[in-house]
């Protein structure tokens, strides 16, 4: 049974839905920059659930029906951003759960599992890196693409499906024209894609989606990249203690191989699995039976 439901989570109003038997450990999926919870496949939260977990995916504020702010004036930091996942534990009386956090989802996923260590069951991080490095500033939009590509910068690390980076104000689509909209967001997706990524229509059938849920598509594109970081926490990832997955993409265009290394060594007991000919994207479908035993391998 899936069921979709507004929250009160920290002033806004946050979208989530949830799968399976409330009775199971909870799974909570973080999704990455500008990416609406639509992002996490209906059927993968399906089979996870089906494995014996209850599966909670949501809206970033900014993104599908959660609370919209104004277009390049968010207010809010990558700090709210994590905050937000918390209280979505918060309002569906969840103490602890499994954290699987995609791109900027599992840096908010890092950060929750350093500032909360006791709501957190366990992290699976995929494609993702190990952070900001400083907070000294808001990110810019070219400072963004750079955080993506080498993880060095003050921006939001903010790389990530369908948003691959900040575009520059003259390769944005009118972000009010769906159809202008839905071809923009299909290309950046096959851009960064890999050899598994889904066929044109698939991925149309899903931007339509996901355009169709939004409040306001400009803010979705825009703000999370526009966003403070909050205070660095790179140089305290081997205080984590919740056992900690990391799943890697090895044609991913935006954090390279050696991130990902040195991200598993940062975590103590990290394990790092390689996802074969995947670029920087939610999981495609032909690796799903990989990642879904990941994630339920955790203890």
């Not at 977990?53 to 949501?58: E, L």
């Not at 809206?59 to 700090?79: E, I, K, L, N, Q």
Request: aromatic share 6%; charged share 20%; proline share 7%.
């Amino acid at each position: 049974m899936v069921t979709e439901m507004m929250l009160p989570v920290n002033g806004i109003e946050v979208c989530a839905e949830t799968f399976g038997d409330r009775s199971d450990p909870a799974v909570l999926l973080i999704g990455g920059a500008a990416c609406s919870m639509d992002w996490w496949a209906d059927e993968f939260c399906r089979r996870l659930a089906a494995g014996g977990r209850y599966v909670i995916r949501y809206d970033h504020r900014d993104t599908g029906r959660t609370t919209s702010f104004p277009v390049g004036d968010p207010g809010y930091s990558g700090v709210d951003l994590a905050h937000d996942a918390l209280g979505v534990l918060d309002a569906l009386h969840i103490h602890q759960a499994h954290l699987v956090g995609q791109s900027l989802g599992g840096m908010l996923a890092q950060r929750i599992a350093l500032e909360r260590p006791h709501r957190v069951r366990s992290l699976t991080l995929i494609s993702t890196s190990r952070g900001p490095r400083s907070s000294s500033s808001a990110a810019s939009s070219s400072a963004a693409s750079s955080s993506a590509a080498s993880s060095s910068a003050a921006s939001v690390p903010a790389a990530s499906v369908p948003a691959a980076s900040a575009p520059s104000e003259e390769d944005q689509p009118d972000w009010s024209d769906r159809r202008a909209t839905v071809d923009h967001i299909v290309e950046s997706v096959r851009s960064i894609g890999g050899a598994f990524t889904a066929e044109e229509p698939q991925l149309r059938r899903m931007a339509e989606r996901v355009f169709d849920r939004t409040n306001d598509m400009a803010a979705s594109q825009t703000n999370h990249f526009i966003a403070a970081p909050g205070p660095p926490y790179r140089d305290r990832l081997d205080e984590i203690k919740a056992p900690t997955l990391v799943l890697h993409g090895t044609h991913d265009p935006f954090f390279a191989p050696a991130g990902a290394e040195a991200l598993a060594a940062a975590i103590p007991g990290a394990r790092l699995i390689w996802l074969e000919g995947v670029g920087h994207e939610y999981a495609p479908e032909a690796l799903w039976p990989i990642v879904l035993e990941a994630i339920l391998s955790q203890p």
